[in-house]
């Protein structure tokens, strides 16, 4: 009898008994919860004591009706906000670029200056809740936006919890949203790390992401593989700049997809915490245990949502949000059905917050720690990953780290040829998706999709129109020489970027003075 193939290409064996875990030593493999090396969880009682953090990913169009959105999901019970921002922002251009029209508001909430940021956050308490960005290559930027504006409210940068992803290099294997080369890249997040370190101690500096990846195509061994090969690379980066291990390593978080297949996922998340913490000790000589925990955010694949019969993105999601919860995530995104779409409706949105809260509420998922302990089949699928990432991780260490690997299109090549891999089973008809190749509808019910307002863009320009006419246009001149400055030397740029941004400096005008001193990255296609 033979089994079915795994998405990372191992054989799952109809029957899994004992024999399948015996001669590893399962017990000390497995740890403590909460213990060296955390392979069931990075806290003793887990979601025992409190549930994840249920964040919801918004954001569109201008940021009063981000806004809006805000408020109502903290309303119905949201912890965490996670904004998405237009694709301008995350490229570093003002929405009055000209390689910004057409994309003002479109995937995300245009913020061009700090006087948007205040209308974003307006009303909502900073202090309380904890906010995660989308934001990478201009991360500083937007991170600066928000301390600025929480310090207007009266919270200071000390009492702020959040993250910003500011993982620039999965950017030049996966998205495509860098701005400068990767050794500038990575200074900037080097002189992050620093300056939250004092300014921002409760922040979580860096999201070291392998969902992007995962959506252009990763399996779960690669998707782990190579996130763990550019969080190497992170700490490299810091310790080459001067910083200690422990001053930065417990602030690193990760950001991982959850698939439908729910005892991969599992496996996989207990494979990549095991693997990290035996690589911060073993490799970077960390001390301190949270240097060593790898504390992540998981968000349900938004690949595999169809937009045929997207009711049934609902099953997929529940699914998706259940393995995450399972694996012992910190953090969930639930995303909403009719994404495949268009933006999210208000209903839809809602709808992927209750599901967590049914997971947390309503099942017994919640009453015991890592409840897939000792099982077979999920112990030995954490065995093989664990194997095969560091196979990988090896493979790009070969290459020169993440970097060297980057440069010469490792990375990106191997995910490619994974992704074609699965679109063939899925035109074959080998791997089932229903309502696409099996299962399908010939008549699909009407669905009116949530559209962005194209007088947004026009709007957003007169925003930028009258913060040129109204501001100090010296002081702006001033506060942007000293970020080209600071660039041009060893000194942290986050302090003279700050102030820029505190006289009205727009986000464009900021990652300009910096791509005149270090450039622009070009990418070399790879065949």
């Known amino acids: 009898m033979s089994g079915a193939r795994s998405e990372s290409g191992f054989e799952i064996k109809p029957v899994y008994r004992p024999a399948d875990t015996a001669g590893r030593d399962l017990e000390q493999r497995l740890g403590e919860p909460g213990s060296y090396p955390y392979t069931r969880g990075v806290y003793p009682t887990m979601y025992t004591g409190r549930p994840w953090t249920m964040r919801q990913y918004a954001g569109f169009g201008t940021a009063a009706e981000s806004n809006a959105r805000y408020h109502e999901l903290v309303a119905h019970g949201t912890g965490g906000l996670s904004v998405a921002f237009d694709l301008p922002t995350q490229m570093g251009y003002d929405s009055d670029h000209p390689s910004a029209s057409g994309e003002v508001g479109k995937v995300g909430v245009a913020i061009d200056s700090i006087d948007d940021m205040r209308v974003l956050f307006g009303g909502l308490p900073l202090d309380e809740v904890s906010t995660s960005m989308t934001i990478n290559a201009p991360a500083s930027s937007l991170l600066l936006m928000y301390q600025l504006v929480a310090e207007e409210a009266g919270v200071p940068g000390t009492a702020l919890t959040g993250t910003i992803q500011n993982d620039v290099l999965k950017e030049y294997i996966a998205r495509g949203t860098y701005i400068y080369p990767p050794s500038q890249s990575l200074r900037l997040i080097s002189d992050i790390f620093a300056y939250c370190h004092t300014e921002l101690p409760r922040w979580n500096t860096i999201s070291i992401s392998g969902y992007h990846m995962a959506e252009a195509g990763a399996t779960p061994v690669q998707e782990i593989a190579f996130t763990l090969a550019n969080a190497k690379e992170y700490v490299r980066a810091a310790l080459a700049a001067g910083l200690g291990v422990d001053d930065f390593a417990p602030r690193l978080s990760f950001f991982f997809v959850a698939r439908t297949t729910l005892l991969e996922e599992v496996a996989k998340f207990r494979a990549a915490r095991r693997l990290w913490a035996r690589i911060m000790k073993e490799e970077f000589g960390a001390q301190n245990?949270?240097?060593?925990?790898?504390?992540?955010?998981?968000?349900?694949?938004?690949?595999?949502?169809?937009?045929?019969?997207?009711?049934?993105?609902?099953?997929?999601?529940?699914?998706?949000?259940?393995?995450?919860?399972?694996?012992?995530?910190?953090?969930?995104?639930?995303?909403?059905?009719?994404?495949?779409?268009?933006?999210?409706?208000?209903?839809?949105?809602?709808?992927?917050?209750?599901?967590?809260?049914?997971?947390?509420?309503?099942?017994?998922?919640?009453?015991?720690?890592?409840?897939?302990?000792?099982?077979?089949v999920v112990e030995s699928m954490t065995d093989e990953i664990e194997a095969a990432a560091l196979e990988l991780i090896q493979a790009v260490e070969d290459r020169g780290g993440a970097v060297g690997a980057i440069e010469q299109g490792f990375q990106k090549t191997e995910i490619e040829r994974a992704a074609y891999d699965t679109a063939l089973e899925i035109d074959s008809g080998e791997r089932v998706v229903v309502g696409v190749n099996r299962f399908t509808s010939e008549v699909e019910e009407p669905y009116e999709p949530l559209r962005v307002d194209p007088a947004i863009e026009e709007a957003q320009r007169e925003r930028l129109a009258a913060l040129r006419a109204e501001r100090d246009g010296a002081a702006v001149t001033r506060a942007l020489d000293a970020v080209r400055a600071a660039a041009e030397t060893t000194d942290n740029v986050l302090v003279p970027m700050r102030e820029a941004l505190r006289v009205r400096a727009t986000g464009g005008e900021v990652a300009d003075a910096l791509r005149e001193v270090w450039g622009q990255y070009v990418p070399t296609e790879h065949f």
Do not use: C, W
């Not at 609902?314 to 779409?341: K, M, P």
């Not at 999210?344 to 302990?373: H, N, Y």
């Open 289 to 376: 245990p949270r240097s060593m925990m790898l504390r992540f955010h998981t968000q349900t694949a938004g690949v595999q949502l169809t937009a045929q019969q997207p009711e049934v993105n609902l099953v997929r999601v529940a699914l998706q949000g259940l393995g995450a919860v399972l694996g012992g995530t910190q953090s969930l995104h639930t995303n909403s059905y009719d994404e495949a779409i268009a933006l999210p409706t208000t209903k839809a949105a809602r709808l992927a917050l209750r599901t967590q809260q049914v997971l947390a509420f309503e099942t017994d998922v919640t009453s015991t720690v890592d409840p897939f302990a000792g099982s077979y």
